[in-house]
């Protein structure tokens, strides 16, 4: 089993960057594949990010691309998830979720997920 808890929301203006993090806690870390999803209110959860268990595979939303970069440290046991170029309609609570199968964007295929951190973007 993991735990998930995820830090660095907060309010940033738009064209701002932020840095998310995901500290995982409990055993084989290194075996699971890693996504990040952000859910807005009124809204679905959605995919953002994914990568593979040795971090060699990432796969992004189109909606992100060129500006999010995921990446991990199986040795520290976190995911990160750099963000540039924040737009308004990135403002989201934003969720690190772990699960054994593969890269995945649908959110159903993940077995653990943490708190979410709140990220929002001022125009």
């Known amino acids: 089993q993991v735990q998930l808890v995820e830090s660095g929301g907060g309010l940033v203006q738009a064209g701002g960057s932020l840095r998310l993090s995901c500290a995982a806690s409990?055993?084989?870390?290194?075996?699971?594949?890693m996504g990040w999803f952000r859910q807005a209110p009124g809204k679905e959860r959605e995919f953002v990010a994914t990568?593979?268990?040795?971090?060699?595979?990432?796969v992004y939303a189109e909606s992100v691309k060129g500006r999010f970069t995921i990446s991990r440290d199986n040795a520290k046991k976190t995911v990160n998830l750099q963000i540039n170029s924040l737009k308004p309609e990135d403002s989201a609570v934003y969720y690190c979720?772990?699960?054994?199968?593969?890269?995945?964007?649908?959110?159903?295929?993940?077995?653990?997920w943490g708190q979410g951190t709140q990220v929002t973007v001022s125009s």
């Open positions: 979720a772990a699960q054994v199968s593969g890269l995945d964007t649908n959110p159903r295929a993940y077995d653990y």
């Open positions: 409990g055993r084989s870390f290194g075996t699971y594949a």
């Open positions: 990568i593979s268990w040795t971090g060699s595979r990432t």
